[in-house]
């Protein structure tokens, strides 16, 4: 007879089935836990990581406002591109309601960040071709006006050689001096402008327009004395040049006060979006550090009451094997001297049961 075929091995059998069951539970209340921990890690390096790369949005921000380099505002967008994706891929894991709801937070703040930085670099471009143009324009009028200056002076020794009246001497003066003040002016209009630029303030704002007010009316005033019109005609286009530099400069002036108002709304939805990230970030740091605390704490009790179980499982089969045995043992014994009053009340189905049904039988 084989061994599997002692009926007896049966509770063997179901002891083991059971241990091996309760392994299997072990197991898997392990693996869950496992990948729920390591689910919520991957959530935390995720947030992480967004939060880098918001960082280093801001970093870009700045740069591309102090130098106007392209590359910086393509860099932005790259990592903004990023961002999103990565928003939207670890929400995609999400099984909490808040954390979707705080993920859509982040999705909307980047959304409007983005906006306002699209709005506030077009501002910005706005101002550059007009500061563009005023270069140009300040070009052309300091042409204009050094050419007339040397005219006025070569006129004047002309006039002078050739002995010219005294009063057209004045007037040929006159022109000349009034030539020389529009080149000063036009050099205190560009200091007045660069200190504006570097300062903000308003005050060399006021004395550039002043300025430029100032040299418009001289050349009006020369222009009326102009007998040449190659003269007429480089006072036109110095006060079309002055004119256009004015109407560029208020645009630059608005623009300016514009891009302020905007970056500190972009700072402000930047912060925003800082926030709730740093939210989702601490969020999910405490959930992996829970999962990880639950997970630790599920396989101790797991792991405690499969033992515990085992013991008992072993313990009922051992019991329920030794003691018939050990009965009928004592029986057998008395037996042997003489002592056959005996009343064998075990009964079952396996081979214990069979020999006890052999010991009534004697």
């Known amino acids: ?192 402008y660069r200190n504006w630029k570097l300062t903000d303030d308003d005050k060399y704002a006021q004395e550039f327009r002043q300025l430029q007010a100032d040299i418009i009316e001289i050349c009006k005033q020369n222009r009326a004395l102009m007998r040449k019109q190659v003269n007429i005609d480089q006072l036109n286009n110095a006060i079309a040049a002055v004119e256009t530099i004015d109407n560029m400069f208020v645009q630059v002036h608005e623009n300016k006060n514009r891009m302020d108002n905007t970056y500190d709304q972009l700072t402000e939805e930047a912060l925003a979006v800082v926030d709730v990230i740093s939210r989702i970030q601490v969020g999910q740091e405490e959930k992996m550090h829970s999962a990880q605390a639950s997970s630790i704490s599920m396989m101790i009790i797991f792991l405690v009451g499969a033992v515990a179980l085992g013991i008992a499982i072993a313990f009922v089969i051992a019991r329920g094997i030794s003691k018939p045995v050990s009965n009928m043992a004592t029986i057998a014994q008395e037996i042997a001297v003489g002592d056959i009053n005996h009343d064998i009340k075990f009964t079952s189905k396996d081979e214990i049961g069979t020999l006890a049904d052999s010991f009534r039988g004697l």
């Open 1 to 192: 007879m084989s061994w599997k075929d002692i009926k007896i091995a049966k509770k063997l059998y179901i002891g083991f089935g059971l241990i091996l069951a309760l392994a299997i539970i072990v197991g898997y209340a392990g693996y869950n836990g496992l990948s729920t921990y390591s689910q919520k890690v991957a959530n935390s390096n995720d947030a992480n990581q967004v939060m880098i790369w918001i960082k280093d949005m801001g970093a870009e921000r700045l740069k591309f406002k102090f130098t106007q380099d392209e590359t910086h505002y393509q860099n932005l967008q790259e990592l903004s591109e990023k961002t999103n994706s990565q928003i939207r891929a670890t929400q995609a894991r999400f099984k909490d309601s808040k954390d979707v709801a705080m993920a859509n937070e982040a999705l909307s703040s980047i959304e409007k960040y983005c906006s306002t930085w699209d709005r506030w670099v077009e501002i910005s471009q706005e101002s550059k071709q007009a500061q563009a143009e005023i270069g140009r324009q300040a070009d052309i009028f300091q042409k204009q006006a050094n050419e007339l200056s040397a005219s006025q002076q070569k006129q004047m020794e002309q006039e002078f050689a050739s002995r010219a009246s005294h009063s057209a001497l004045e007037e040929r003066a006159l022109k000349s001096r009034l030539a020389d003040e529009i080149v000063k002016l036009f050099a205190f209009s560009r200091t007045a």
